[in-house]
């Protein structure tokens, strides 16, 4: 009776890890394994969470060397990672989308994580502009990045305030859009981060409007997400993919018990950021590095809002077919899940 009960006890154990991938396999003792990741751009606040992971030593124990690389252009990171010079690359949702309906293997990219949950694209204004809601928009000159969908984004803001879009100047002033903002060139912007600019011109005592893309009519999205190729992600690879993401969601708990210890080794990376300003940013940042249901991992990505924003994309003619949004994320490596029940990516 006793070996019966015992060996009814193992097949219990047994059929409950079925169902979940063994996030540690693959760490092989005494060896690093080398890990490039691309950032989006020079690093800043959006990035503490990796650095405090580097700097714990986090990847380390996850078995992985891991090199946190910049780019030489914000355009660069999912071409580095198409071309095989990094394992995972951090982009954004839209680029995603857009890549994989571009590039020649298009379905070779797929997002692995969310690292900021929420859009930080923001419509921003000074005080003496005026403006306080889209409708004051109406006559006035705002800057972008000169960016298709951010020209998609300023319309669909407008028309939903029921404001026509030709009376509104658009201005592309590439990336200077606070200089732009500043010096009086335009009367608000389109394509600032609400987090980082947004506090900047706070900290400055300038007191900006900032009007957030999800509430104005934009469907949500992810504005950083953590890009693989899928045929990385087959075994044995995906072991580095899941213990890399392990090991970040573990940076971002460590940065959200102690900010200062992520800005810390953030400094250490770059030391000509301002600690004040990081800080600031990180403040501001954190209740998006991590998803708004508790019960969801770090990294979640939600397929129907995925769906939703690629229905969007291609309604505004930035996608010339309905992208099938949900295919281009997995939320298979996340800590704690297993293999999806409809795996993402594949097709």
Known sequence: ?????????????????????????????GRLEPFTIVLDYFPNADHAGLYAAQA?????????????QAPPDPSA???????????????????????????????????????VQKPLTSVMA????????????????????????????????????????????????????????????????????????????????????????????????????????????DEPGSSKVRRFLRATARGHERLRDDPARGVDALLAADEGLERKLQEAVVRATLPVFFPEDPKRPFGYQDPEEWDAYGRWMFENKLLTRPPNARRALTNEFLPGEGLDPEPAGRK
């Open 1 to 29: 009776m006793r070996r019966l009960a015992l060996a009814l006890a193992l097949l219990v154990l047994g059929l409950a890890g079925c169902g979940e991938k063994q996030e540690g396999a693959g760490v092989s003792s």
């Open 56 to 68: 714990a030593g986090d990847y380390k124990r996850a078995g992985l060397d891991v090199r946190i």
């Open 77 to 115: 990171p999912l071409k580095l990672l198409q071309a095989g010079r990094a394992d995972l690359a951090i982009s954004y949702e839209p680029e995603l989308l857009l890549a994989r309906e571009k590039v020649s293997a298009p379905r070779q990219l797929v997002s692995v994580g969310a690292l």
């Open 126 to 233: 000074l005080p003496g502009s005026g403006v306080r809601a889209i409708a004051d928009l109406e006559g006035k000159r705002v800057a972008t990045a000169g960016i298709p969908y951010q020209t998609a984004y300023l319309k669909t803001l407008l028309r939903a305030a029921g404001v026509d879009p030709a009376t509104v100047k658009e201005t592309n002033v590439g990336f200077d859009l606070t200089p732009a903002l500043l010096s009086g060139k335009v009367d608000a912007t389109l394509g600032a981060f609400w987090n980082y600019e947004g506090t900047d011109l706070a900290q400055r005592g300038r007191n900006p409007v900032i009007l957030r893309m999800e509430r104005l009519g934009i469907p949500t999205y992810n504005e950083l997400v953590l890009v693989a190729r899928r045929p990385d992600l």
